[in-house]
């Protein structure tokens, strides 16, 4: 995914050395990190000052800067200076990672050594006494590959800060009645460095109209068409559709303000397809697989959680209701066979009515899976339109099974009384038709029974959970913790009980 909405990374390496230590090994492992870093397409701007002092830090915080880098790996190739190593994330005020050099060679243990390893402690033990957040991996000590691959963890969690630190969400109306649990209270977000611009309905059908003779309205319908294919069921709707999309790009455009970045969260019910004359769930989808996530039902906190998740995957990200359980006919025939290793517990259905991307709805028609096409809202048509008519306005729906692979289902969320807290848990989507309608798949995560009971309602989660389509609970994990949420909570093995789970089974 290309998108202008997702920050791109330029990294700088910079390398301290302790003044009592030999300067030029430092320097010489420097080089072999640019070299290791080359071989994994990964590009490195190699500062040449190496900080030794305060002065030594700012000059080479300037070159940083000076170089267009937006992130930094500070490496220990000796024992480092705990000052002037501080200092270098102190100043440069932005992403900033942390490693130390392992030896060598035992064959090289006087001037080959460096005791990186006891100055990472002394680096650590100053951070703190700064109170500097900077990202120190699981065992940030190691030789040029090593660190190497350690920098390619780094570059979700930079991208993530960065595009935290320009994001605007944009929400329009308040919650629909009785969704209160997309609580969002304000503070959480300005604590994170997020600003929020919250606007009614009104402003959002005001300027959906004034769109409507807009002369870019037909090349959009035509990228519509071309995306769709057989999916275009309702090509009476594109129009439309086309326009409000256009007004949703327009709208981040002349409110961004001063932030780089932006995301929805919209009030998608129930007067919306009535006024605007279509559901906007695929439109949501649109932007969502351009790296400009819409969240359904003004969930502020779950475009944010969106958001989070296309800046680690650089991918399309979806949100979804954890919404109900697989029945026991469809597991016991379907599921059980293929997939001994999960119970009927570890499976439910995540459901939307038709925001996911259409580039993450399955392709194949094996197993019953449904392919992406346009559709209407089941639920909406019942409540809206009068029973037994066609379909109207609650059109609009991109509905289709997910595809299979692996997923992480997360959020982070602030609680009532505005205390941040996440949760991240592995899995995937199953190849196994759902038989029912929306955008909607067949998750399995292991331990999920436990998981739902004493996490998501446990700790008064909302139903809406964000979906990454990849295994990236250990960038996710490590974004919280920069984040500085203290309660980050995972799917726990079947051996490990949760704090409140009663251990007499």
């Not at 010489?28 to 990190?33: G, H, W, Y």
């Not at 915080?61 to 170089?67: I, L, P």
Request: net charge negative; aromatic share 10%; charged share 20%.
């Amino acid at each position: 995914m290309q998108s202008y909405n997702i920050p791109k990374l330029k990294l700088g390496l910079i390398a301290v050395s302790r003044d009592c230590f030999i300067r030029s090994l430092s320097e010489r492992r420097r080089a072999a990190i640019v070299a290791a870093a080359a071989e994994r397409s990964l590009d490195l701007c190699e500062i040449k000052v190496t900080v030794e002092n305060e002065r030594d830090a700012q000059k080479a915080v300037a070159q940083a800067r000076e170089a267009g880098c937006n992130a930094l790996v500070v490496f220990l190739g000796n024992f480092g200076p705990e000052t002037p190593e501080t200092l270098i994330c102190q100043q440069f005020a932005g992403p900033c990672m942390y490693v130390a050099a392992a030896e060598e060679s035992g064959q090289d243990l006087v001037d080959g050594r460096g005791d990186a390893y006891c100055g990472m402690l002394n680096c650590s033990y100053n951070l703190g006494l700064r109170r500097l957040k900077a990202f120190i991996p699981e065992y940030p000590v190691g030789t040029a590959s090593d660190i190497a691959g350690m920098i390619l963890e780094f570059c979700p969690i930079a991208r993530v800060l960065l595009g935290l630190a320009q994001l605007k969400i944009i929400s329009f109306g308040p919650r629909p009645q009785d969704f209160f649990a997309c609580n969002a209270p304000i503070k959480g977000l300005y604590d994170l460095g997020v600003e929020i611009e919250e606007n009614s309905e009104l402003d959002l059908l005001v300027a959906y109209r004034r769109h409507a003779q807009d002369q870019r309205i037909p090349g959009v319908v035509e990228d519509m068409r071309q995306e769709l294919g057989d999916g275009n069921t309702y090509p009476d709707l594109l129009e439309r559709m086309a326009q409000f999309e256009l007004t949703l790009l327009d709208w981040a455009e002349e409110h961004r303000g001063a932030r780089q970045y932006v995301c929805f969260a919209d009030k998608c019910w129930p007067a919306f397809p009535e006024e605007f004359g279509f559901e906007p769930c695929y439109v949501n989808s649109r932007l969502a697989s351009r790296g400009i996530p819409v969240a359904c039902e003004v969930d502020i906190f779950g475009a944010l959680s969106e958001y989070i998740g296309a800046c680690v995957t650089e991918d399309a990200v979806t949100l979804l209701d954890i919404n109900n359980s697989v029945p026991a006919d469809l597991f016991l025939e379907n599921i059980a066979p293929r997939y001994p290793q999960y119970q009927q517990s570890d499976t439910f259905m995540g459901f939307h009515c038709g925001n996911t991307p259409l580039c993450k709805l399955t392709k194949s028609t094996e197993c019953n899976l449904k392919l992406g096409k346009i559709n209407y809202q089941i639920i909406q048509h019942r409540l809206l339109e009068p029973e037994g008519s066609e379909p109207n306005f609650t059109r609009g729906t991109l509905e289709g099974d997910l595809q299979a692979g692996p997923i992480t289902f997360f959020r982070l969320q602030t609680t009532p009384d505005t205390r941040l807290q996440a949760y991240v848990a592995e899995g995937e989507v199953l190849p196994v038709g759902t038989r029912s309608f929306g955008g909607i798949g067949i998750f399995a995560i292991r331990e999920m029974g436990r998981f739902y009971r004493h996490v998501l309602i446990g700790k008064r989660y909302p139903h809406h959970g964000a979906v990454a389509f990849g295994h990236v609970g250990k960038a996710l994990f490590e974004v919280f913790k920069l984040l500085g949420v203290s309660d980050i909570a995972y799917n726990q093995p079947k051996d490990v009980l949760y704090p409140q789970e009663n251990p007499f089974r």
